[in-house]
């Protein structure tokens, strides 16, 4: 029997001596391998940790041998987060993803598995974060941009269904005119939507849901929902000191009438066009047409919206870009629903201005463009988001995202495995 010069090697297979000069190497991947996956890697032994990644461990005879285990992980089409030794004594060949860089003198290790998993690109690669999925219908092999696309219209149907109906029942039965059953019906809808996601996955992709962690929610959420507000007041801010908008303190009402409509629009949109679009059709084609065409359909769903422009459109296509950039950056969808949610919630019902061509209803401050303006300056009916000024801020913003997700690990496109 021959061996391939991919396949990893049982280091008892070579002996006695081979084994006692063995290094114990510790290999980090992103999502949760099921347990079959350590023989196939050469009988290494596999953890999976409560941070949604996976750590397999064993004895490595040489960099061949390496090499070959690497090989293997990228076959299983997971993304590679690190190598260590383990050994005392030893030079530590630490390859972590860590936004500060390659450290230490595990930089050769790095390129070395970089060239194993990636030939010809270099250092810097797309975010290990994201778990993209490399089991049950979307396993390595044959018809896996198939495979993809037809899972992503079933999540994309079941999603809409369980968002659909609990809205739809709420608005037949609560009453209209009450912002606190209309924004409870709205978060209903929302979980069951992200429910019905968490579900799916689970048992389609047979995978722990690390984009709906509940742990890091809270924080991710904050943190969004805090740079939301900040761009969004950075944008009016440089309008009104331009001369183009007049911002009053005289608010139409309550804006907490704005709330269930900025959730659901944030909650959806991110679950639909980061999750399944950008997510699927990097796991099929990898990352850099996934950004494109995630960000083109973000553009595409408000062309429709009243007071559309091109212009609204590449400032839109440019925040899609901004959101997978958070998406990739941590791995979660709690991220940009938060920047999504403040965003809205800050230009509708904090600002008073109109929303991608939309009213909130009440607000605080009222913002009113200034007439005769050009409406590529203001944004005219479609609001200060179809403006020149948004689309240099959020094409600033989107351009530092993506550069941050673009961290230094050893493996950035998903591979696809020929059978014989």
Known sequence: MTRSANTPVNPEEAGPAASSAAST???????????H???????????????????????VLDQAHLHGVLAGVRDVGVPLLGVRTLDPGKAEASVTASRRGVRGSGAAVLVAAQQVL????????????????????????????????????????????AFGLPLQWAADHLPADDAGWRLLGTLVACASALAAY???????????????????AIGDLAVGVLLGLVIMTALMAALAAAGLYDISSSGTGSAWTGLSLAM??????????????FRLLWRAVGPLPALLVSALAFAALHLSNPGATLLSAATVAAAGLMFCGLYALTGRLWLPIGVHFAWNLAQ??????????????????????????????????????????????????????IRAARRPIAYVKEQRVRHA
């Open 37 to 59: 996956w350590a023989a196939t890697l050469g009988d290494l032994t596999l953890v999976r940790l409560d941070d949604g990644t996976t750590s397999l461990t064993g004895p």
């Open 348 to 401: 509708g019902s904090l600002f008073g201005a109109t929303v991608s061509g939309g009213d909130l209803g009440g607000s605080v401050l009222v913002s009113t463009a200034r007439a005769g303006v050009p409406g590529w300056l203001t944004g005219a009916s479609f609001g200060p988001e179809a403006s020149i000024f948004a689309l240099v801020l959020i094409g600033l913003v989107a351009a530092l995202t």
């Open 25 to 35: 190497y510790e290999i980090l991947v992103a999502g949760h391998l099921d347990d």
């Open 264 to 277: 659901q629009a944030a909650v959806t949109e991110e679950l639909w066009t980061r999750a399944l679009v």
């Open 198 to 216: 968490s579900l799916a996955v689970r048992f389609g992709e047979g995978r722990a849901v690390c984009e709906l962690a509940p742990r890091p």
């Open 118 to 161: 990636h030939p010809g690109e270099g250092v810097r690669a797309w975010g290990g974060a994201v778990q993209l999925g490399a089991e049950r219908v979307l396993h390595p092999g044959r018809w896996l941009w198939l495979r993809a696309m037809a899972w992503l219209l079933l999540l994309f149907f079941v999603t809409g269904l």
